[in-house]
């Protein structure tokens, strides 16, 4: 297992870094980002806001761009496709500049003001994660998560009361050492699978989950969901197959380093 690295941290984030991926979100884009604009500054002054377009065919692009003139801490990273919700975290990711990455969904469904709970474990864990406390989703679409979560727990042994909220504070070192390889809905359970591995701590806070004002939720279609299942597969076997090899090596050079020391002459005085 990679030897884990602390993250020492204050109790508010010195700089932020807020992801916000996008697809077709024109109707409440703007708010998202208007009330980042405000509540964010009662933390830090040092920020950005990154709107991830992963290749809307509506105004969000448009409405990002008309922000940006207003406000230059606002950042606009553009897909030209679709490419689905884990590459655009990926590429938020990776524009990040700040201490911390903080990343939410833009649909309204998470109230920025939720992060200030937070704050005050920085000083106890790398990372803290959101769970929704009362979701506000169909059945079937809370049936689906159910599952899974339980797929995830027992194939890649992640364990967490909502995989997939998307309501999470990270170190952006950490995203940049521990670069994401999935690319669909799979993104959130590698996240924390990279970060289990790595030794990184985390605290589960619950936060708020509104209603869906506008816009069309595309979680629960069925060839997300079956793309989901087919990376967490193929990408779990592959894992598994890296980390035996790693474990092979590292039993390698303990070995060579006891032969070495056992071969060293004793000195008599």
């Not at 060839?223 to 035996?244: G, H, M, P, Y």
Request: glycine share 6%; with cysteine.
């Amino acid at each position: 297992m990679e030897v884990s690295k602390v993250y020492h941290a204050v109790q508010l984030p010195t700089s932020l870094s807020i992801v916000l991926p996008a697809y077709n979100e024109e109707q409440v884009i703007g708010q998202t980002v208007s009330d980042v604009l405000d509540v964010v500054p009662t933390w830090t002054q040092d920020f950005e806001v990154i709107v991830v377009d992963d290749g809307s065919k509506d105004q969000t692009a448009a409405i990002v761009a008309a922000l940006i003139i207003r406000d230059s801490r606002v950042r606009l990273v553009k897909h030209e496709a679709n490419h689905g919700y884990g590459a655009a975290l990926v590429s938020g990711f990776a524009a990040a500049t700040k201490e911390y990455t903080f990343f939410m969904d833009s649909d309204g469904q998470f109230d920025i003001r939720d992060l200030a709970t937070f704050f005050p474990f920085l000083n106890s864990y790398d990372a803290v994660i959101g769970y929704r406390m009362q979701r506000q989703d169909t059945m079937i679409r809370k049936l689906n998560a159910w599952g899974w979560k339980q797929a995830v727990g027992l194939v890649l042994d992640v364990c967490v009361r909502d995989l997939d909220c998307a309501f999470k504070l990270f170190p952006t070192e950490f995203l940049h050492s521990h670069p994401l390889e999935t690319r669909g809905a799979m993104i959130n359970a590698e996240l924390l699978y990279r970060a289990k591995m790595a030794g990184c701590t985390y605290k589960e806070v619950g936060v708020r989950h509104l209603p869906r004002r506008a816009g069309r939720a595309t979680g629960a279609k069925l060839s997300v969901i079956i793309r989901a299942f087919r990376e967490l597969f193929v990408a779990a076997r592959t894992w598994k197959r890296e980390q035996r090899q790693s474990d092979a090596q590292h039993a390698i050079v303990i070995d060579e380093t006891r032969t070495r020391t056992n071969q060293i002459p004793t000195r008599v005085c």
